[in-house]
């Protein structure tokens, strides 16, 4: 079975940084555009970041550029989202997805586009 399980949440401070793990299982990872979402209670999901299948592209939102680092490790079957400098409104229920594609570049994050989902891992930045 296809299978996404997040990992890497809980409670950091304000400032602090997380490493989430997207951990992917029943396939393999080669040619599927990973995708970062968030949702926090009573918000819409977030795009937050993507990278293409060859590494090679990558996408971020204005809420998380510059302090959030997205990457790969095929050999592993595992993607993760890096983030830095976390803020009390980044706390939120934070998802991977994956995509199918035969486009070694393309990058998308419209949550429409994503075939697969995880479970989701909580995040809390709070004193």
């Known amino acids: 079975q296809l299978q996404l399980v997040e990992s890497g949440g809980g409670l950091v401070q304000p400032g602090g940084s997380l490493r989430l793990s997207c951990e992917a299982s029943g396939f393999t990872l080669d040619y599927y555009i990973i995708g970062w979402f968030r949702q926090a209670p009573g918000n819409e999901r977030e795009g937050l970041s993507c990278i293409s299948t060859s590494g090679g592209t990558r996408k971020y939102t204005d809420s998380v550029v510059g302090r959030s680092a997205i990457f790969r490790d095929n050999a592993k079957n595992t993607a993760y989202l890096q983030m830095y400098n976390l803020k009390p409104e980044d706390t939120a229920i934070y998802y991977c997805?994956?995509?199918?594609?035969?486009?070694?570049?393309?990058?998308?994050?419209?949550?429409?586009?994503?075939?697969?989902w995880g479970q989701g891992t909580q995040v809390t930045v709070s004193a």
């Open positions: 997805a994956v995509r199918y594609s035969t486009e070694f570049n393309a990058c998308v994050l419209n949550r429409e586009d994503f075939e697969s």
